[in-house]
C-alpha cells in the first residue's frame, strides 16, 4: 500500500462510484431543471425557489467534485485478494467478544471516506482499527474507550 495514497476497499470504491453515478445522471439534471423552473417565475432577487435550487446545485457539484478526488487519489485495495491468514490488515473483517460483558460486535476496517460505525465499517485512521491492526484470531487486546478501558478477544478474522 503507497502511504501517499490512502486505501479503499473495492466494495467502498463501488458505492462511492455508484453516488457519484447518481448524482451526476440523475441529481444534476433535476437540479437544472427545478432552477430553470424558478428562473422562470421572474425577480430573481426576491425568488426563493430560485436560491434554493442554486444552493442544492453548489451542494451537489461540491459532492461531485469530492466523491471524484476521492476516487482518484485513493488506492483501491482488493481485499478477497489479500493473502495474510488470520492477521488483521486493512480491508479486514473481525469478530470481537467484550471479555467483560461477552458482548459480540463485528467490524471491518476500511477507508476513511468509506466509514460508517451504523454499518459497523471503521476507518482505518480509527482508535480501534489503529488498536486492531497487525494483531491476530485468538489475541486479547486492551482498549481505551470513552467509557473507560476494555478488553476484547479477536474470535474471528476474514477477507471479502
Known amino acids: 500500500m503507497s502511504s501517499t495514497r490512502p486505501p ?15 448524482l451526476k445522471r440523475v441529481k444534476r439534471p433535476e437540479i437544472v431543471a427545478a432552477v430553470a423552473e424558478a428562473r422562470a417565475h421572474g425577480d430573481l432577487k426576491e425568488n ?27 488506492e483501491v485495495i482488493d481485499t478477497e485478494r489479500l493473502s495474510v491468514g488470520k492477521r488483521i490488515v486493512f480491508g479486514a473483517i473481525v469478530d470481537l467478544v467484550d471479555l467483560d460483558s461477552d458482548a459480540k460486535v463485528t467490524y471491518q476496517i476500511v477507508g476513511d471516506l468509506e466509514a460508517d460505525i451504523k454499518q459497523n465499517l471503521i476507518a482505518v485512521s480509527s482508535p480501534i482499527a489503529r488498536a486492531l491492526i497487525g494483531k491476530n484470531e485468538g489475541d486479547e487486546f486492551d482498549f481505551k474507550a470513552p467509557n473507560g478501558v476494555k478488553t476484547y478477544e479477536i474470535v474471528g478474522v476474514r477477507y471479502s
Open 8 to 22: 479503499m476497499t473495492q466494495k467502498g470504491a463501488d458505492r462511492l462510484r455508484d453516488e457519484l453515478e447518481y
Open 48 to 74: 426563493a425557489e430560485y436560491h434554493a435550487a442554486r444552493e442544492m446545485h453548489g451542494f451537489n457539484e461540491g459532492r461531485i467534485a469530492e466523491l471524484e478526488a476521492a476516487l482518484s487519489n485513493s
